[in-house]
């Protein structure tokens, strides 16, 4: 019994350590970036690495918030923006088509949902060109059309979408009808409310994806106050010289409404999370 107990505090401790270990591994790069963005880029790029702000100060967030124009905070607002407005787009397109491939019985409907599916094999850099001569035919280019939507018609939304709405009852939807619920009132008064924990995983991965991307904004915008923040950002070393300590800092500051977002909607991403692994 007492070998048992202590076999039993050994395995805790270290699975204690193995988890603290996983955690300083994980947040060493964020607690760097908060470091460096204190400090000058002589500071930054000397040998051995400082890890603790020692001497340093805010003058690099003070510097980022007086950029020329503003242009820092524009890009900011560009990206709340248009990382916002496509989610709600894709959360909208995705949780409906989900219901009419889950719900709703139609010629075709197998074939169409393969169809959605297998799109998501073809690699995206291969419609970049494609997606570019519709939007400049469109006359989109530089313009924030460009940037919320192309991609709203998600596959893997819909994927997501259409395999979580098959786990609701059937007899749910026809007690709806019965009722005199048309098909919108019954999407949008009985479904949409079942699937909120969902809604809300798809809509953070999402958000999380738009947030950060790079290649798009790349090609579709040009003009300084269209961009988005990660292109903003890769372009200070163009607008300011090489500042290594205000590109920290601005890297920085991209990361708080990231983390807000997802503190407020931590409890139905992990209960989302928690229903995705137990389907079926």
Same mark, same amino acid.
């Given at each position: 019994?007492?070998?048992?107990?202590? #076999?039993?505090?050994?395995?805790?401790?270290? #699975?204690t350590f193995m988890l603290f270990l996983l955690v300083v591994?994980?947040?060493?790069?964020? /607690?760097?970036?908060?470091?460096?963005?204190?400090?000058?880029?002589?500071?930054?790029?000397?040998?051995?690495?400082?890890? /603790?702000?020692?001497? %340093?100060?805010?003058?690099?967030?003070?510097?980022?918030?007086?950029?020329?124009?503003?242009?820092?905070?524009?890009?900011?607002?560009?990206?709340?923006?248009?990382?916002?407005?496509?989610?709600?787009?894709?959360?909208?397109?995705?949780?409906?088509?989900?219901?009419?491939? @889950?719900?709703?019985?139609? &010629?075709?409907? #197998?074939?169409?949902?393969?169809?959605?599916? @297998?799109?998501?094999?073809? &690699? *995206?850099?291969?419609?970049?060109?494609?997606?570019?001569?519709?939007?400049?035919?469109?006359g989109w280019v530089n313009t924030y059309k460009s940037l919320?939507?192309p991609g709203v018609a998600s596959a893997f939304g819909v994927?997501?979408?259409?395999?979580? $709405?098959?786990?609701?009852?059937? *007899?749910?939807?026809?007690?709806? #009808?019965?009722?005199?619920?048309?098909?919108? %009132?019954?999407?949008?008064?009985?479904?949409?409310?079942?699937?909120? &924990? !969902?809604?809300?995983?798809?809509?953070?991965?999402?958000?999380? !994806? !738009?947030?950060?991307?790079?290649?798009?904004?790349?090609?579709?915008?040009?003009?300084? $106050? $269209?961009?988005?923040? &990660? +292109?903003?950002?890769?372009?200070?070393?163009?607008?300011?010289?090489?500042?290594?300590?205000?590109?920290?800092?601005?890297? $920085?500051?991209?990361?708080?409404? +990231?983390?807000?977002?997802?503190?407020?909607?931590?409890?139905?991403?992990?209960?989302?999370?928690?229903? %995705?692994?137990?389907?079926?």
């Amino acid at each position: 019994m007492n070998r048992y107990r202590a #076999k039993k505090k050994v395995f805790s401790f270290l #699975k204690t350590f193995m988890l603290f270990l996983l955690v300083v591994i994980i947040a060493f790069p964020f /607690w760097q970036l908060i470091v460096s963005s204190m400090l000058d880029t002589n500071a930054i790029i000397s040998y051995p690495p400082k890890f /603790w702000p020692s001497g %340093g100060s805010l003058d690099n967030y003070t510097e980022v918030l007086k950029m020329q124009g503003g242009a820092y905070l524009r890009w900011m607002l560009n990206s709340v923006f248009v990382a916002g407005s496509n989610t709600v787009l894709v959360v909208l397109v995705a949780s409906m088509a989900g219901y009419a491939f @889950a719900k709703r019985r139609f &010629p075709g409907s #197998k074939v169409l949902f393969n169809v959605v599916v @297998a799109t998501q094999i073809i &690699p *995206s850099v291969t419609t970049l060109i494609p997606l570019f001569l519709i939007v400049s035919k469109l006359g989109w280019v530089n313009t924030y059309k460009s940037l919320v939507f192309p991609g709203v018609a998600s596959a893997f939304g819909v994927y997501m979408m259409t395999q979580f $709405m098959k786990d609701i009852p059937d *007899s749910l939807i026809e007690a709806a #009808k019965i009722d005199g619920c048309s098909n919108y %009132g019954t999407f949008f008064k009985i479904v949409l409310p079942i699937t909120v &924990p !969902q809604l809300s995983l798809l809509a953070i991965f999402n958000f999380t !994806q !738009q947030w950060g991307s790079l290649t798009w904004p790349l090609i579709t915008v040009n003009e300084t $106050m $269209m961009k988005t923040l &990660p +292109l903003g950002i890769a372009s200070m070393k163009d607008l300011n010289g090489t500042l290594t300590g205000t590109i920290m800092a601005a890297s $920085m500051i991209s990361f708080i409404p +990231l983390l807000i977002a997802f503190i407020f909607a931590s409890d139905k991403f992990i209960e989302g999370m928690t229903l %995705g692994a137990v389907k079926g």
